[in-house]
Nanobody
Framework: QVQLVESGGGLVQAGDSLRLSCAIS????????MAWFRQALGKQREFVAM????????YYAASAQGRFTISRDNAKNMVYLQMNSLKPEDTAAYYC?????????????????WGQGTQVTVSS
């Protein structure tokens, strides 16, 4: 069974940066596209960024475009989300997701695997 473990969350001030990491374990040959989602208190889980297996195709939510960068290191079985210029509205639990086939992972319904989440809190 594929397992995803996020790390790197924390409490920061507006304008600061954070880098989230997602470690992939298990049969990693079954993992293709990866994505980050987030869920703020009382809201639905929403798409943040997606990257294909090769790392050449990346997609971002409008709220993340220009501030966040998704990347992956397949040799290390890691996916990252670099978040710059953080805003209070970025406060949420951030989840790593993966699909076991080439797919459009911008929809949470396409994910086969989820991590447990890491909390990001941005103070004003």
């Amino acid at each position: 069974q594929v397992q995803l473990v996020e790390s790197g969350g924390g409490l920061v001030q507006a304008g600061d940066s954070l880098r989230l990491s997602c470690a992939i374990s298990g049969p990693t040959t079954k993992v293709y596209p990866m994505a980050w989602f987030r869920q703020a208190l009382g809201k639905q889980r929403e798409f943040v960024a997606m990257i294909d297996w090769s790392g050449t195709k990346k997609y971002y939510a409008a709220s993340a475009q220009g501030r966040f960068t998704i990347s992956r290191d397949n040799a290390k079985n890691m996916v990252y989300l670099q978040m710059n210029s953080l805003k209070p509205e970025d406060t949420a639990a951030y989840y790593c997701a993966a699909a076991g086939r080439e797919d459009d992972l911008r929809s949470r319904n396409r994910a086969d695997y989820w991590g447990q989440g890491t909390q990001v809190t941005v103070s004003s």
